[in-house]
């Protein structure tokens, strides 16, 4: 079975500090690769994926993450932090199942604050 | 996209009570799930429905919860007999057949 661990669970920046958020999977295969974002009381919004090819993904609000396969890792990155990024980080594993990817498995989640 | 809409955003409710939540999907997306979050804990998968079947549940979908998504579009989620530890986040998604998953912004139960 998959699992995703997220081994910080609270991470404070201050604003235009880099910030790097670790991912850990564990997946018998190739994995589908997702961190979401969450704000207080809102549903999921996805930052960016990987499903194959380079292992850098960019996604949006500036964010990247790098698949390290050798290290079974995901982890989310952006050079400049932002207060409006305070919020909550999730990454997910997705099973590859008849090529789709429905039954994602969460990580518990890091929660960014961010210092003026 | 006019995105996942969720109704109601906030139930309250008194143990025992049975309650329902409506999920409408991305109209061009057949495929359907419901997660559940809790205080402190990502989402955890419930259920999947591809159009009007639903393929999988998770064994945390107890006898109580029951979903149906009858003509393949809106899906509904109920719950009977409401326990204090099914407060939580419910969260509906929705997707093409290999697209990335696009959330509601969830209904939230409370128990009292």
């Known amino acids: 079975a998959q699992s995703v661990t997220q081994p910080d669970i609270h991470i404070t920046v201050s604003e235009g500090a880099s910030l790097e958020l670790r991912c850990n999977y564990s997946y018998g295969a190739t994995p589908y690769l997702f961190w979401y974002v969450q704000s207080p009381g809102q549903g999921l919004q996805l930052l960016l994926k990987?499903?194959?090819?380079?292992?850098l993904v960019q996604g949006i609000k500036g964010f990247e993450a790098e698949f390290k396969r050798s290290q079974s890792s995901f982890n989310l990155r952006k050079p400049s932090v932002h207060w409006s990024d305070a919020a909550e980080y999730f990454c997910?594993?997705?099973?590859?199942?008849?090529?789709?990817?429905?039954?994602?498995?969460f990580g518990k989640g890091t929660l960014l604050t961010v210092n003026p | 996209d006019t995105g996942v809409s969720q109704d109601p955003r906030h139930k309250i409710t008194k143990r025992g009570q049975n309650v329902t939540f409506r999920c409408d999907p991305i109209s061009e997306h057949n495929r359907l799930y419901w997660y559940r979050q809790t205080l402190g804990q990502g989402p955890e998968f419930l259920t999947y429905?591809?159009?009007?079947?639903?393929?999988?549940k998770s064994r945390l979908l107890s006898d109580r919860f029951s979903a149906e998504r009858p003509k393949g579009s809106f899906s509904t989620l109920e719950i009977q007999r409401t326990e204090q530890g099914d407060s939580a986040m419910y969260l509906c998604?929705?997707?093409?057949?290999?697209?990335?998953?696009?959330f509601g912004e969830g209904s939230r139960l409370t128990v009292l």
């Open positions: 997910a594993v997705g099973a590859q199942s008849g090529g789709s990817n429905y039954k994602l498995t």
């Open positions: 998604a929705s997707s093409r057949d290999t697209g990335e998953l696009f």
């Open positions: 990987y499903f194959s090819g380079d292992t």
């Open positions: 429905f591809q159009n009007e079947a639903q393929l999988e």
